[in-house]
């Protein structure tokens, strides 16, 4: 009971919410505020009252001053609560409990001094909706610790909580790829503590540098899900940035252990497309153990929390082997591996390996973090916190449905990320505050290789070995060994330095915020493929060159163990069909092709916050971005020098260069970021707001993709050898070394030095930007605290990226629908195209066959990151949700996307993103939906919890997604426009059966048999249907529509001692799919490396002599894939066990 000679404070008129306004940071939030205005009793501002604001747990205090108008601001709170809230004035003190904040919350808590006396319990985000704050401006979505405890997470990462948002989505939940507003999963930023931990490189999709989320999640307290956050701290991303705050320690020791386990038996069974059955999945084994200590080192004055985890994984085990083992089976013989195991020992002195797994070969991942936060007094605090996380993942390269490989060639992906972090938030007045920051990361990705040996393959085509089961499939197959010849030399280690200095100044109805960050990120990445040499044997006809000790030999009609016994005998001989070294060009050495870099960035910034009155709130601000890259890559002059042109007539090719400088980075690159923000609270008995902002935000583009112009400047190395690529045949000449120090690296005629490739990027491209707007409507309704929404966003790109091949040469001619096309005549030539869809390239007619035909010789792919400002995305959300009240919550949304791009930029490397589109012509600037779009999306959120024995809770949560499939393209197989890109061409539909303006291989006068099959497929396909007469549309068909259903159910039970407590929960994955196996199942089309998400039934097999083309169609259209390669098709349970004291 409140006692009557304290100060009586009336209703507080608590407006309690979780906002989106953030606070100083190093760039993205780690802190909360509480603010307010107090009244007095006639209404007017209550000026120089003292307010106190006491975090329970720790006992940290913050003191502010009301100023003239009544209004306070303490900042730089610990999220989550509970906090007491003491107001002061003559003496007289009133005193609120219970007050708990959010990430980037700042809290409104107002009241009226002097009312007659009533009681107030604030209950923070649990009593009212997060909607509902003046501070309330963009697109975001906060993620409490009690969703965290409550919600699914069989990946135990910040992704699967990130989804709540209605703007969020897995796009590829194989790979852990997740996608905000539709735009590329790479710009995306993940921080813990105001630290980059994700993949600041670019390689993984998923955002991770590891296999898993470094930091435990048992080791955070809250997170924060940034759509479209205005607030000028806010940098280093354009999609979403997911912000996750650690815990810290209390005046009270708590602790948890923990276990979770997950093996195949708790898993649902995979589904095989071809036949309609249904099979086991592979064995494995996951668990995860790990403990929670925190508690104070000073009682109120230091404290420390402290969490390790050790994950052990056997998913990464092989599931394929030779023919006779438990595996499943790959046309590969016993006979043959012995036989190569006993050459590479007895004739070359070498370890080839064996195909026998270690029982240890497990993903290991090892997370240790360690934080202290000491109230230095009343002004000043501090937070200290380091974070590491080591893995070692086996990697059994070469492995296949269609290859094998030997354990010399394996390796293990270790990898180590540690982060430090100091901060010190300091209030110097009531109105005056300040956060210093000061963080370092250091990553390193290294293989520890089994052998130190040249890469080996022995290649094997036609019939199976005899008594091979006939559910074995007969393809090319492999057998390797050796070093895996992306490993040669493979190393990548960043370091990042980040510093950030705040400032906000309280100035009556204006709260300024300002201050300057830098960061400094150094990157060393040495990726080297073949510098220990690369050979493949197979079977070579008998000829003068190709002699054998068992006499001649045709390979296609030769027995299996005859073709076994030639390679063999090839390898024993050192005579290999293809051969291929990576070494330094003249005059420089290996170490002029590694990227090394520092990108740094200057960063400043000024905001202000003006509370115009109690119901409108302005913000208004503008950041500062200044690139600075003092290295540059290798200068290629003959890049440089002026292009002469071919001529098509007569078939001569381009010679000179591309006027291009090939040692463009950022450097100099400055970009000021407007934004803007207003929220207006109507004056209604039920809440109801308008909110919204516009503003401009930078973000960073894949690192890698600015380091590849330092790997590749094409002067730094070059690759010789035979039998590949345009270099001579070998010619049974025995060159094999097993020596990676002594490879051959001179040879005559045509197998001298090769063409290279050369990465630039253009003048004028900048690191990605956009500019995103967003307005929103929130009303409470008149029913049971419900809440109603309605919300567009709108972004649009301001600097984007897409791939040129500057060496296409010109066209050589143009196809019926206007597309250019670049082969040679051989390549329209019909007769030069075989009744597979391959081209012929011997004999007389065909031997002149060439993409790309007037290409300069002098350079191989001359690949230009260009600038573009297309794209952009458009999304409207719909969504309804009843804060947590007695026990139950929920929330459910529905998000309309249309979201667009010129590239998707699925890879790390410059031709990969070039081909990773399907096109109508292969260097256009266009626009086409998005390849991470989701156009419709339904998301549903439950979480309920309720004591049915004694205090022993009862949770339960549950989340639901409904939505649209990917989209795809409509390509022809192979390479129709002759750019050396198969798979990527957009396919030309006729305008009607019997048109004429296409030629079907196989049909004659009276037989249209293939035209017929052709029509069957159009006409049961709406896309392909209405793209008649014209060429389809890039991404312009969709996946199926796929469910989803993951859900948690947890019991508190009695614990050892007292106030100690065990949990036991289950984390359900898909569930739908365990009461029918049809359910959950995502059927896609497949990623494939040119065209991205692409799907045919044709191939192209040239000209007619009218110009039209000629089409083979295909048995069968490419079928949608299930994917189920980790199970995210099927059903999965993870068993927890805790125990909390």
């Given at each position: 009971?409140?006692?009557?000679?304290?100060?009586?404070?009336?209703?507080?008129?608590?407006?309690?919410?979780?906002?989106?306004?953030?606070?100083?940071?190093?760039?993205?939030?780690?802190?909360?505020?509480?603010?307010?205005?107090?009244?007095?009793?006639?209404?007017?501002?209550?000026?120089?009252?003292?307010?106190?604001?006491?975090?329970?747990?720790?006992?940290?205090?913050?003191?502010?001053?009301?100023?003239?108008?009544?209004?306070?601001?303490?900042?730089?709170?610990?999220?989550?609560?509970?906090?007491?809230?003491?107001?002061?004035?003559?003496?007289?003190?009133?005193?609120?409990?219970?007050?708990?904040?959010?990430?980037?919350?700042?809290?409104?808590?107002?009241?009226?001094?002097?009312?007659?006396?009533?009681?107030?319990?604030?209950?923070?985000?649990?009593?009212?909706?997060?909607?509902?704050?003046?501070?309330?401006?963009?697109?975001?979505?906060?993620?409490?610790?009690?969703?965290?405890?409550?919600?699914?997470?069989?990946?135990?990462?910040?992704?699967?909580?990130?989804?709540?948002?209605?703007?969020?989505?897995?796009?590829?939940?194989?790979?852990?790829?997740?996608?905000?507003?539709?735009?590329?999963?790479?710009?995306?930023?993940?921080?813990?503590?105001?630290?980059?931990?994700?993949?600041?490189?670019?390689?993984?999709?998923?955002?991770?540098?590891?296999?898993?989320?470094?930091?435990?999640?048992?080791?955070?307290?809250?997170?924060?899900?940034?759509?479209?956050?205005?607030?000028?701290?806010?940098?280093?991303?354009?999609?979403?940035?997911?912000?996750?705050?650690?815990?810290s320690g209390t005046n009270t020791v708590k602790g948890s252990l923990y276990y979770v386990?997950?093996?195949?038996?708790?898993?649902?069974?995979?589904?095989?497309?071809?036949?309609?059955?249904?099979?086991?999945?592979?064995?494995?084994?996951?668990?995860?153990?790990?403990?929670?200590?925190?508690?104070?080192?000073?009682?109120?004055?230091?404290?420390?929390?402290?969490?390790?985890?050790?994950?052990?994984?056997?998913?990464?085990?092989?599931?394929?082997?030779?023919?006779?083992?438990?595996?499943?089976?790959?046309?590969?013989?016993?006979?043959?591996?012995?036989?190569?195991?006993?050459?590479?020992?007895?004739?070359?002195?070498?370890?080839?390996?064996?195909?026998?797994?270690?029982?240890?070969?497990?993903?290991?991942?090892?997370?240790?973090?360690?934080?202290?936060?000491?109230?230095?007094?009343?002004?000043?605090?501090?937070?200290?916190?380091?974070?590491?996380?080591?893995?070692?993942?086996?990697?059994?390269?070469?492995?296949?449905?269609?290859?094998?490989?030997?354990?010399?060639?394996?390796?293990?992906?270790?990898?180590?990320?540690?982060?430090?972090?100091?901060?010190?938030?300091?209030?110097?007045?009531?109105?005056?505050?300040?956060?210093?920051?000061?963080?370092?990361?250091?990553?390193?990705?290294?293989p520890t290789l089994n052998s130190r040996l040249p890469a080996i393959s022995l290649s094997?085509?036609?019939?199976?070995?005899?008594?091979?089961?006939?559910?074995?499939?007969?393809?090319?197959?492999?057998?390797?060994?050796?070093?895996?010849?992306?490993?040669?030399?493979?190393?990548?280690?960043?370091?990042?330095?980040?510093?950030?200095?705040?400032?906000?100044?309280?100035?009556?109805?204006?709260?300024?915020?300002?201050?300057?960050?830098?960061?400094?990120?150094?990157?060393?990445?040495?990726?080297?493929?073949?510098?220990?040499?690369?050979?493949?044997?197979?079977?070579?006809?008998?000829?003068?060159?190709?002699?054998?000790?068992?006499?001649?030999?045709?390979?296609?009609?030769?027995?299996?163990?005859?073709?076994?016994?030639?390679?063999?005998?090839?390898?024993?001989?050192?005579?290999?069909?293809?051969?291929?070294?990576?070494?330094?060009?003249?005059?420089?050495?290996?170490?002029?092709?590694?990227?090394?870099?520092?990108?740094?960035?200057?960063?400043?910034?000024?905001?202000?916050?003006?509370?115009?009155?109690?119901?409108?709130?302005?913000?208004?601000?503008?950041?500062?971005?200044?690139?600075?890259?003092?290295?540059?890559?290798?200068?290629?002059?003959?890049?440089?020098?002026?292009?002469?042109?071919?001529?098509?007539?007569?078939?001569?090719?381009?010679?000179?260069?591309?006027?291009?400088?090939?040692?463009?980075?950022?450097?100099?690159?400055?970009?000021?970021?407007?934004?803007?923000?207003?929220?207006?609270?109507?004056?209604?008995?039920?809440?109801?707001?308008?909110?919204?902002?516009?503003?401009?935000?930078?973000?960073?583009?894949?690192?890698?993709?600015?380091?590849?112009?330092?790997?590749?400047?094409?002067?730094?190395?070059?690759?010789?050898?035979?039998?590949?690529?345009?270099?001579?045949?070998?010619?049974?000449?025995?060159?094999?070394?097993?020596?990676?120090?002594?490879?051959?690296?001179?040879?005559?005629?045509?197998?001298?030095?090769?063409?290279?490739?050369?990465?630039?990027?253009?003048?004028?491209?900048?690191?990605?930007?956009?500019?995103?707007?967003?307005?929103?409507?929130?009303?409470?309704?008149?029913?049971?605290?419900?809440?109603?929404?309605?919300?567009?966003?709108?972004?649009?790109?301001?600097?984007?990226?897409?791939?040129?091949?500057?060496?296409?040469?010109?066209?050589?001619?143009?196809?019926?629908?206007?597309?250019?096309?670049?082969?040679?005549?051989?390549?329209?030539?019909?007769?030069?195209?075989?009744?597979?869809?391959?081209?012929?390239?011997?004999?007389?007619?065909?031997?002149?066959?060439?993409?790309?035909?007037?290409?300069?010789?002098?350079?191989?792919?001359?690949?230009?990151?260009?600038?573009?400002?297309?794209?952009?995305?458009?999304?409207?959300?719909?969504?309804?949700?009843?804060?947590?009240?007695?026990?139950?919550?929920?929330?459910?949304?529905?998000?309309?996307?249309?979201?667009?791009?010129?590239?998707?930029?699925?890879?790390?490397?410059?031709?990969?993103?070039?081909?990773?589109?399907?096109?109508?012509?292969?260097?256009?600037?266009?626009?086409?939906?998005?390849?991470?779009?989701?156009?419709?999306?339904?998301?549903?959120?439950?979480?309920?919890?309720?004591?049915?024995?004694?205090?022993?809770?009862?949770?339960?949560?549950?989340?639901?997604?409904?939505?649209?499939?990917?989209?795809?393209?409509?390509?022809?197989?192979?390479?129709?426009?002759?750019?050396?890109?198969?798979?990527?061409?957009?396919?030309?539909?006729?305008?009607?059966?019997?048109?004429?303006?296409?030629?079907?291989?196989?049909?004659?006068?009276?037989?249209?048999?293939?035209?017929?099959?052709?029509?069957?497929?159009?006409?049961?396909?709406?896309?392909?249907?209405?793209?008649?007469?014209?060429?389809?549309?890039?991404?312009?068909?969709?996946?199926?529509?796929?469910?989803?259903?993951?859900?948690?159910?947890?019991?508190?039970?009695?614990?050892?001692?007292?106030?100690?407590?065990?949990?036991?929960?289950?984390?359900?994955?898909?569930?739908?799919?365990?009461?029918?196996?049809?359910?959950?199942?995502?059927?896609?089309?497949?990623?494939?490396?040119?065209?991205?998400?692409?799907?045919?039934?044709?191939?192209?097999?040239?000209?007619?002599?009218?110009?039209?083309?000629?089409?083979?169609?295909?048995?069968?259209?490419?079928?949608?894939?299930?994917?189920?390669?980790?199970?995210?098709?099927?059903?999965?349970?993870?068993?927890?066990?805790?125990?909390?004291?």
């Amino acid at each position: 009971m409140i006692k009557h000679n304290r100060m009586q404070v009336t209703k507080l008129a608590l407006a309690l919410s979780i906002a989106l306004a953030t606070l100083p940071a190093m760039a993205q939030n780690t802190t909360s505020a509480i603010g307010g205005r107090i009244s007095a009793a006639d209404g007017k501002p209550a000026s120089g009252a003292t307010v106190s604001i006491v975090h329970a747990e720790s006992g940290s205090v913050s003191n502010v001053v009301t100023d003239g108008e009544g209004r306070y601001v303490a900042r730089g709170l610990r999220s989550g609560g509970p906090y007491t809230i003491i107001v002061t004035k003559d003496g007289i003190t009133e005193k609120r409990e219970g007050v708990f904040i959010q990430l980037a919350e700042t809290a409104s808590v107002d009241a009226t001094l002097g009312a007659p006396m009533q009681s107030v319990t604030i209950a923070g985000s649990v009593a009212r909706s997060d909607k509902f704050s003046k501070s309330s401006m963009g697109a975001g979505t906060n993620i409490g610790s009690a969703e965290i405890a409550t919600q699914a997470s069989i990946q135990r990462n910040l992704q699967d909580y990130a989804r709540a948002d209605p703007r969020v989505a897995q796009t590829d939940k194989e790979r852990g790829e997740i996608s905000v507003a539709g735009q590329n999963s790479r710009y995306n930023s993940l921080t813990i503590d105001g630290v980059a931990v994700n993949d600041t490189f670019g390689l993984e999709s998923n955002g991770s540098p590891t296999a898993k989320q470094p930091i435990s999640i048992e080791a955070i307290q809250t997170v924060q899900v940034n759509v479209a956050n205005y607030d000028v701290t806010q940098k280093g991303y354009t999609g979403g940035n997911i912000n996750a705050v650690t815990k810290s320690g209390t005046n009270t020791v708590k602790g948890s252990l923990y276990y979770v386990f997950r093996n195949d038996k708790m898993s649902g069974d995979r589904f095989n497309n071809a036949n309609d059955s249904y099979y086991a999945p592979p064995s494995s084994k996951d668990t995860t153990a790990g403990f929670t200590l925190g508690g104070p080192l000073i009682q109120d004055k230091l404290f420390i929390f402290a969490n390790y985890e050790k994950l052990e994984s056997s998913r990464s085990a092989p599931a394929f082997g030779p023919l006779g083992s438990s595996l499943t089976n790959v046309g590969i013989s016993p006979s043959l591996i012995s036989a190569a195991q006993g050459i590479a020992k007895n004739q070359y002195g070498i370890d080839a390996g064996t195909t026998d797994v270690p029982s240890g070969a497990k993903l290991n991942v090892e997370d240790a973090l360690v934080k202290v936060d000491w109230n230095i007094n009343d002004d000043h605090r501090a937070m200290f916190r380091y974070a590491k996380t080591s893995q070692s993942e086996p990697q059994f390269a070469g492995i296949s449905a269609t290859g094998l490989s030997l354990n010399s060639q394996w390796y293990a992906q270790d990898k180590t990320i540690e982060t430090f972090v100091a901060q010190l938030t300091s209030d110097w007045s009531p109105n005056f505050s300040t956060e210093f920051k000061l963080s370092q990361r250091d990553y390193d990705s290294v293989p520890t290789l089994n052998s130190r040996l040249p890469a080996i393959s022995l290649s094997m085509t036609g019939r199976n070995p005899d008594g091979t089961p006939a559910t074995v499939p007969t393809t090319n197959r492999s057998l390797g060994f050796g070093t895996d010849s992306s490993r040669h030399r493979n190393i990548l280690a960043t370091k990042t330095d980040d510093v950030y200095l705040g400032a906000n100044w309280g100035l009556g109805d204006h709260e300024v915020k300002f201050g300057t960050d830098y960061s400094n990120n150094t990157i060393f990445n040495a990726f080297q493929q073949n510098i220990y040499g690369n050979y493949s044997f197979n079977c070579q006809n008998s000829s003068a060159a190709w002699t054998y000790s068992f006499g001649a030999i045709t390979c296609a009609s030769a027995t299996p163990a005859q073709v076994e016994q030639a390679i063999l005998e090839n390898f024993a001989k050192g005579r290999p069909n293809s051969y291929q070294v990576q070494v330094a060009a003249p005059g420089v050495n290996l170490n002029d092709a590694v990227a090394n870099f520092s990108l740094k960035n200057y960063g400043a910034f000024v905001q202000d916050t003006w509370t115009i009155s109690p119901r409108l709130t302005v913000s208004a601000g503008v950041r500062l971005d200044a690139a600075r890259i003092s290295d540059r890559p290798l200068r290629n002059n003959a890049v440089a020098a002026p292009k002469i042109e071919g001529n098509v007539a007569t078939g001569l090719r381009e010679k000179g260069g591309y006027g291009m400088d090939n040692t463009n980075t950022f450097d100099g690159q400055n970009l000021i970021q407007p934004r803007f923000g207003i929220n207006y609270n109507f004056d209604t008995a039920r809440k109801m707001q308008i909110r919204g902002g516009a503003g401009l935000f930078q973000g960073n583009a894949a690192a890698v993709w600015l380091s590849n112009p330092f790997s590749n400047p094409g002067v730094a190395t070059t690759t010789v050898g035979c039998g590949t690529g345009n270099f001579a045949a070998c010619g049974g000449a025995s060159i094999f070394n097993a020596n990676p120090d002594q490879q051959k690296t001179s040879f005559g005629g045509s197998a001298a030095m090769p063409a290279a490739n050369v990465d630039i990027l253009a003048q004028g491209l900048r690191q990605p930007s956009v500019w995103k707007a967003n307005i929103a409507f929130d009303m409470e309704l008149p029913w049971y605290g419900l809440v109603f929404g309605a919300e567009y966003l709108h972004v649009k790109s301001k600097d984007a990226i897409f791939y040129q091949n500057l060496n296409l040469g010109a066209a050589t001619r143009q196809g019926s629908d206007g597309r250019s096309l670049y082969y040679t005549s051989q390549g329209y030539n019909a007769a030069c195209w075989s009744a597979t869809g391959n081209s012929i390239t011997s004999g007389p007619a065909c031997a002149g066959f060439r993409t790309k035909a007037l290409s300069n010789e002098s350079f191989a792919n001359v690949l230009l990151a260009q600038k573009t400002d297309q794209g952009g995305s458009g999304m409207a959300t719909l969504s309804l949700s009843r804060p947590m009240t007695s026990g139950l919550g929920w929330s459910m949304a529905y998000t309309y996307t249309d979201s667009k791009e010129v590239s998707p930029l699925t890879s790390s490397t410059s031709n990969s993103n070039f081909t990773g589109r399907s096109i109508f012509n292969p260097n256009e600037e266009v626009n086409a939906n998005s390849s991470y779009l989701v156009k419709n999306r339904v998301n549903a959120i439950v979480n309920f919890q309720k004591s049915f024995f004694g205090a022993y809770k009862t949770r339960f949560g549950m989340f639901y997604e409904g939505r649209s499939g990917k989209p795809y393209s409509w390509t022809v197989n192979n390479d129709l426009n002759g750019d050396g890109s198969g798979g990527n061409d957009l396919m030309y539909i006729p305008s009607a059966p019997g048109s004429g303006q296409v030629v079907f291989q196989g049909d004659t006068a009276t037989s249209h048999t293939n035209e017929d099959k052709f029509w069957g497929v159009v006409n049961s396909n709406s896309v392909l249907k209405n793209a008649a007469g014209g060429v389809v549309g890039r991404n312009t068909d969709f996946s199926p529509w796929s469910n989803s259903f993951d859900m948690r159910i947890a019991q508190e039970l009695p614990g050892l001692f007292a106030k100690n407590k065990a949990v036991f929960s289950l984390d359900f994955f898909n569930f739908g799919n365990l009461l029918n196996k049809k359910w959950g199942r995502i059927n896609e089309v497949g990623f494939q490396g040119a065209g991205a998400q692409a799907r045919s039934f044709v191939d192209y097999v040239g000209l007619d002599a009218n110009g039209k083309y000629i089409y083979k169609v295909r048995d069968n259209v490419e079928s949608l894939d299930v994917r189920q390669t980790k199970g995210e098709s099927q059903w999965a349970i993870q068993a927890t066990v805790k125990y909390e004291f």
